[in-house]
């Protein structure tokens, strides 16, 4: 049973560019959550999805951040034009149904970095 | 605004030295509180959950505890294989409220 699925692993962007960053939840996991983690802090929480539902967004800068979580395929976090302040590792994590957040189980991380 | 405090930030023991992980939190109206182990370079990993004051847990050489005001995660007889970076966090607020606020962590390292 795969875990939570992360890619890439690095991602490297020039400032302006757009960044992709894929989730894929464990199997039979319904829920998706997005967190940061940036330099010496802790993690924050940015979004928590459902299947085609944005159900908590309130972590979520208001601008050149997006997230979906389409009936098929992953979960994806978009950053348009990034800027240096977004570089940072970014967690996925889900939860079955049922019980969301009673046991997140996160994947490896992306590791974004803007030059 | 609900806060987690984590102390110390890092803690240096022996191989075989007890001791106690401090998690200090102010939540309105707190619905968990959870522990995860992370390793450089990966993804947080369960490890408890605790939902009222007086609860306890345990895990191999790991226990959890939980008051009102704060979490203890005590290890007993450490090996080298428990260095990693501790993360509390709270789940908080009204019901439907599924975010984690995560502390900034310890950092444990144990000496063989």
């Known amino acids: 049973n795969a875990g939570v699925m992360q890619n890439p692993r690095h991602l490297v962007r020039r400032r302006g560019q757009e960044a992709r960053l894929r989730c894929s939840p464990m199997k039979g996991h319904s829920h998706v959550y997005w967190y940061r983690q940036l330099p010496e802090e802790g993690l924050k929480f940015m979004v928590y999805?459902?299947?085609?539902?944005?159900?908590?967004e309130s972590g979520m800068p208001k601008e050149r951040f997006s997230a979906e979580f389409p009936k098929e395929g992953p979960s994806i976090l978009r950053i348009q034009q990034v800027v240096r302040g977004d570089s940072a590792a970014y967690f996925c994590?889900?939860?079955?149904?049922?019980?969301?957040?009673?046991?997140?189980?996160f994947g490896s991380g992306t590791q974004l970095s803007v030059l | 605004e609900d806060q987690v405090t984590q102390s110390p930030e890092a803690l240096r023991l022996q191989e075989g030295e007890s001791s106690s992980l401090n998690c200090s939190y102010t939540?309105?109206?707190?619905?968990?509180l959870f522990w995860y182990r992370q390793d450089p370079g990966k993804g947080p990993e369960f490890l408890f959950t605790l939902y009222s004051a007086g609860e306890e847990k345990e895990k191999e050489r790991l226990k959890a505890t939980l008051t009102k005001k704060e979490s203890f995660l005590h290890i007993t007889a450490p090996k080298p294989e428990d260095s990693a970076t501790y993360l509390c966090a709270v789940q908080a607020g009204s019901q439907g409220a599924q975010k984690l606020v995560f502390g900034q962590g310890t950092r444990l390292t144990i000496n063989p």
């Open positions: 939540v309105s109206g707190l619905r968990g």
């Open positions: 994590a889900s939860s079955p149904p049922g019980r969301p957040n009673e046991k997140l189980f």
């Open positions: 999805l459902q299947k085609e539902n944005i159900i908590d």
